[in-house]
């Protein structure tokens, strides 16, 4: 199973609406990522979990909560968000291809939300 | 990580090669040349890696020149399903489930013409 699964596919917000995004891979990968992708412009990282501890935050706006309940799973929990946080929202995990230790990810499908 | 330059769109006949290319003229001897795409509203999707010798797996061929400052991604036989954003990404290996992020550029957009 070389999947990340993401859910919900598309969420609808209003900006004082909490909501969550989540993030699951059952291939063992130690490291899970967050990135935001704007219309037209290439994927940016916000978070980075490795052992199911925050090791990278990207300077995110604290309206943007994630969490790692797991080594499989992986939360964004969304509060007060603004318009301008509209996007898709990526999830991957990390697998090491060879003992040099080069690597890949393996992305979900995205998360596209709406903010209003 | 190394920064790269790559066009930002190219056409392609349905059936021809896709010659993609990237310059990395500031890539450091123990940084790898990563391709990854990106169909339409998916996410990402690894294609190739390689370090200084010519790379090819099922989906494509990776050419690097012998002074590791730019490289080629070959696609042989470019399909409508083609139809990509792809990155060219440089930077270094790393061991264990450590933090290495990608940092992606603006890629190349390839359109597959019928």
């Known amino acids: 199973d070389t999947e990340v699964t993401q859910t919900p596919k598309h969420l609808v917000m209003g900006m004082t609406n909490k909501k969550s995004l989540k993030c699951e891979q059952h291939m063992g990968h130690r490291a899970m990522y967050w990135y935001k992708q704007k219309a037209k412009k290439p994927p940016e990282l916000m978070f980075v979990y490795s052992y199911e501890k925050l090791s990278i935050n990207e300077s995110v706006p604290s309206r943007f909560s994630p969490e790692c309940p797991n080594s499989s799973l992986l939360n964004l929990h969304l509060h007060a968000l603004q318009p301008e946080d509209s996007a898709l929202y990526l999830c991957?995990?990390?697998?090491?291809?060879?003992?040099?230790?080069?690597?890949?990810?393996?992305f979900g499908p995205g998360t596209r939300l709406t903010v209003l | 990580d190394a920064k790269t330059t790559q066009p930002p769109s190219m056409d392609c006949a349905e059936g021809r090669a896709a010659n993609l290319p990237c310059n990395h003229s500031?890539?450091?001897?123990?940084?790898?040349v990563y391709w990854y795409r990106q169909i339409h509203s998916q996410g990402p999707q690894y294609i190739i890696h390689?370090?200084?010798n010519n790379e090819t797996n099922e989906m494509a061929s990776l050419i690097i020149t012998e002074d590791r400052k730019s490289s080629t991604l070959i696609l042989p036989h470019a399909t409508l399903r083609d139809t990509a954003v792809y990155y060219c990404?440089?930077?270094?290996?790393?061991?264990?489930?450590?933090?290495?992020?990608?940092?992606f550029g603006k890629g190349t957009k390839l359109s597959v013409i019928p």
């Open positions: 390689g370090l200084k």
């Open positions: 991957a995990s990390r697998y090491q291809l060879t003992s040099a230790g080069t690597d890949t990810q393996y």
């Open positions: 500031t890539i450091s001897g123990n940084e790898y």
């Open positions: 990404i440089v930077r270094v290996a790393g061991s264990g489930a450590g933090s290495y992020q990608l940092t």
